[in-house]
């Protein structure tokens, strides 16, 4: 059963690149750039480099390529909080809009693809437990 569960978790990744890799390809950027912008966009509370790398468990250098290279694009505004020169707060731009919006259209048709034929009550099953699972994982992580 735990192995299916890896394989099956390998599919939701293939059918998340099969939705979002023409994204990024349409607007010429890579996966990661598209990946930032759209972790930024969905998550507004964790607008630093840092816990987008924390969060998404991403590695710090392609965290700043992904900023240098959307910076240069006029997609992103970086800049340091008052007196704290380590943390990069990342705020999207107008400029990052019609991405955003074809990305953001790329997970609504992967979720519906995945979750077609749920029903209300079976999706918050599932969010119950992917959320038991993932407090798992970290907390086996810090040990």
């Not at 979002?20 to 507004?44: G, I, S, Y």
């Not at 609504?108 to 407090?135: C, D, H, N, V």
């Amino acid at each position: 059963m735990y192995e299916e569960l890896w394989d099956k978790l390998l599919l939701f990744k293939g059918l998340y690149d099969q939705a979002l890799n023409p994204v990024a390809q349409r607007w010429k950027l890579t996966r990661m750039e598209l990946d930032l912008l759209l972790f930024l966009h969905n998550n507004p509370a964790h607008n630093t480099a840092a816990e987008a790398v924390r969060l998404r468990q991403w590695t710090k250098s392609h965290v700043s390529a992904a900023v240098h290279a959307l910076k240069a694009r006029g997609m992103l505004c970086v800049g340091h909080p008052q007196g704290n020169r380590k943390t990069l707060e990342l705020t999207p731009l107008p400029a990052a809009q019609p991405v955003l919006e074809d990305g953001r259209e790329a997970q609504r048709s992967f979720f519906q693809s995945m979750l077609q034929g749920f029903t209300p009550s079976e999706k918050q099953a599932l969010e119950a437990i992917s959320e038991k699972i993932a407090r798992n994982v970290r907390d086996a992580l810090k040990k």
